[in-house]
């Protein structure tokens, strides 16, 4: 009898984790989707703002293209040297020299991401008018003055462990 109760439950439970799992995955997909709206947003409301021409959306388009897979490659190579220390971090042994080598990789890799967002940055300046810069200027002061600031994510939607005990300015 006791058998057949455990068994009954279990069939139970099976459909509901199930469900839960699916749930996750289709609140997961939605958030992204958000995001990539949200993004897509903000990046309507600066075009809005900037009054930026045909030919300098144009302009700028296509810098973000020329770079698209430099940009891939910088973020995945950052992605892997960040999850790479952690591990190093966390492993059951932890090995100093092997640390002081993934945080090596990873300020290499932070160090080229910096350098592409330069440089795609002073492209798309190149395209500005000096109205237009003096505006964008004005517009990222404000948003440092507000506070604003990006924070990583992992995948299952927590911030990193490095980032829950940061201090806020």
């Known amino acids: 009898m006791l058998a057949v109760l455990v068994l009954s439950a279990l069939l139970h439970t099976v459909p509901t984790v199930q469900a839960i799992q699916k749930n ?32 300098q959306i144009e302009q700028i388009k296509t810098i973000r ?19 790479a220390l952690d591990e190093a971090i ?19 890799a932070q160090a080229a991401v910096t350098r592409m967002r330069a440089l795609t940055e002073l492209s798309i300046r190149r395209v500005l008018t000096p109205e237009q810069l003096n505006t964008l200027r004005d517009l990222r002061q ?26 806020r300015p």
Do not use: C
């Open 90 to 108: 966390y492993a059951d042994t932890a090995d100093e020299a092997l640390i002081e080598e993934r945080a090596r990789e990873m300020a290499a």
């Open 142 to 167: 404000r948003a440092r003055a507000a506070g604003w600031r990006r924070r990583p994510e992992s995948g299952d939607g927590e911030r990193p462990l490095r980032h829950r005990f940061r201090r």
């Open 65 to 83: 293209e020329r770079h698209k897979d430099e940009w891939r490659a910088a973020r995945q190579r950052l992605g892997q040297a960040q999850r």
């Open 24 to 55: 996750d995955a289709l609140t997961e997909q939605r958030g992204e989707i958000r995001l990539r709206r949200d993004n897509k947003a903000r990046r309507h409301d600066l075009l809005h703002v900037l009054d930026l021409s045909p030919d």
